[in-house]
């Protein structure tokens, strides 16, 4: 008997300490909400159904499937536009709060502009939001991720401020039919990568590669773009409709051996505080040395003007506050050092950053060349951000890991456990205004350039049936367990 009474106790006392090293015993906040994001072009398929106009990522991949690895694209895909439905009931079965998804501009829009709107387009987001809001899941749409219109990239797409005004009529067009069930909007996902690897690189759609000037157009013409949706919404929705109006930003944290404060500086700012410092800074404008370090490059390379545009002291002020919350998106960090030598192509922001980037060899690696799990960088940016911009109210509107082709993710189950602690342990012990966490992705889906060779989905998608049925994989039972719990579970 009292050896029994022993031995469980001893058991008691050990699960006690396993729950303590891997588990948490701390919640999240009441009002903090769980989501889990897609884009369209990644998972819809139904490339020319309906009335569909092209994009630049369906002109991208059948002009050019070499540029993908598997020569694949999104014309059918996981075809969430037959089968959204069961998107909708896999984000329910997780408990999910919010259901972030993009809307494809030519779906709505077939030539980018009011020429002609297809109302099977509106009819397709109408019928995902209406059974979202059934199932009392909140809607956050993105109104761009990635998929210009083809047409509009005839005249320049974001490299044209031509886009300003087109992107505003589609944003008042998506405001006006949704906007009585949509009180999330995120304009415009990640504009430094689609800007860095569409317009000064050529592995993105629509693959210009006028290095260092391409992405410093596009960045500015993204910039302005926002900030006309969001001061659209003000003016005309957010009195009946309440909503929120914010951007997604993707950024690394960086590290130095040699602990340079100056290198770690100028990294941060020129990859998220060239986005985030317009919108974000209390001064305004692209950072510092940004405009220092692009102007002198032009100067040196003969140039009258600097290649990094300048804004209006109208153009400050408009984009300056616009954003009700701080989309963050996080995979991964480095470590980074000045380089000696000039580095990257000549003219790119890589040569005007002027830093070599690096991981250790400690870093775990996923089936994506460049995603290294360092769960510490995302708690290391969060309060950097708290610090740099005034402790916004910040929503992680991705976060997520790549594998091959696996129902026991093990690994995806790990990265999610030791990032969402760094995401607790910054809301509780730093008082980071932290408010929301979306798992990047739902389904399995096109990964741009690496096309269908990495799985990023929570949900495995049976790809060679044409039904492409959805099952969860391990981390979807993970995630379902912490959102009930609101703690982190024990791995
Ligand atoms: C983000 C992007 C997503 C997804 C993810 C994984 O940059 O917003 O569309 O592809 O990366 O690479």
């Known amino acids: 008997m009292f050896l029994s009474r022993l031995i469980y106790i001893f058991t008691i006392f050990i699960v006690e300490i396993v729950v303590a090293k891997n588990g948490s015993s701390q919640h999240f906040p009441e009002n903090f909400l769980f989501g889990v994001s897609s884009s369209a072009y990644q998972i819809e398929g139904g490339w020319d159904s309906d009335g569909k106009g092209p994009s630049i990522w369906d002109e991208f991949t059948h002009l050019h499937p070499e540029k993908i690895v598997d020569r694949q694209n999104g014309d059918v895909g996981a075809n969430s536009y037959e089968y959204y439905l069961d998107d909708v009931e896999a984000v329910k079965s997780l408990n999910m709060n919010f259901y972030r998804f993009s809307i494809s501009w030519t779906r709505i829009l077939p030539t ?74 995120i304009t415009i996902n990640e504009a430094a990568e689609f800007c860095v690897k569409g317009y000064g690189g050529k592995i993105h759609a629509p693959g210009i590669n006028a290095h260092g000037k391409g992405e410093y157009l596009c960045v500015h013409n993204a910039l302005k773009s926002h900030a006309v ?31 340079d404060t100056v290198v770690v500086n100028r990294e941060m700012q020129f990859t998220l505080g060239w986005i985030a410092h317009p919108i974000f800074s209390s001064d305004g404008d692209y950072p510092a040395v940004m405009i220092d370090r692009i102007a002198n490059h032009s100067k040196a390379e003969g140039r009258l003007v600097s ?26 960090s480095r470590y980074i050092r000045e380089s000696l030598e000039p580095i990257g192509e000549n003219p790119s922001v890589a040569r005007d950053r002027g830093n070599e980037r690096f991981t250790k060899p400690e870093w775990i690696k996923g089936a994506s060349d460049w995603l290294y799990s360092v769960p510490k960088g995302l708690g290391d940016l969060l309060r950097w951000i708290k610090a740099e911009y005034n402790n916004p109210e910040v929503i992680i509107t991705e976060n997520g890991w790549s594998d091959d082709d696996r129902l026991e993710d093990d ?67 993970f995630m379902e367990e912490l959102i009930k719990k609101r703690s982190i579970p024990g791995i």
């Open 307 to 332: 290649r990094l545009p300048t804004f209006s002291n109208h153009w400050k002020r408009t984009i300056q506050g616009t954003s009700d919350f701080f989309g963050l998106n996080y995979y991964t």
């Open 411 to 477: 690994s995806r189950v790990t990265y999610f456990h030791d990032h969402l602690e760094q995401v607790l342990d910054v809301i509780l012990n730093n008082g980071c205004n932290v408010k929301a966490f979306s798992v990047w992705s739902l389904v399995d889906n096109f990964e741009w350039s690496q096309g269908y060779t990495e799985k990023f989905g929570m949900f495995f998608v049976n790809m060679s049936s044409p039904r492409k049925e959805r099952i969860p994989k391990k981390s979807a039972y």
């Open 112 to 185: 980018g502009d009011l020429t002609q709107v297809n109302e099977k387009g509106i009819e397709y987001y109408n019928k995902i939001i209406n059974k979202l809001i059934e199932y009392k899941i909140e809607p956050m749409v993105t109104m761009y991720h990635f998929d210009l219109p083809a047409h509009l990239q005839l005249l320049g797409g974001f490299a044209n401020s031509a886009i300003v005004q087109y992107f505003e009529e589609y944003a008042n067009l998506l405001f006006n039919r949704f906007g009585d069930r949509v009180k999330y909007w």
């Open 229 to 259: 949706a969001y001061h659209l919404y003000k003016r005309e929705y957010y009195n009946q409709y309440k909503g929120q109006v914010g951007i997604a930003l993707d950024s690394s944290f960086f590290y130095s051996d040699s602990n």
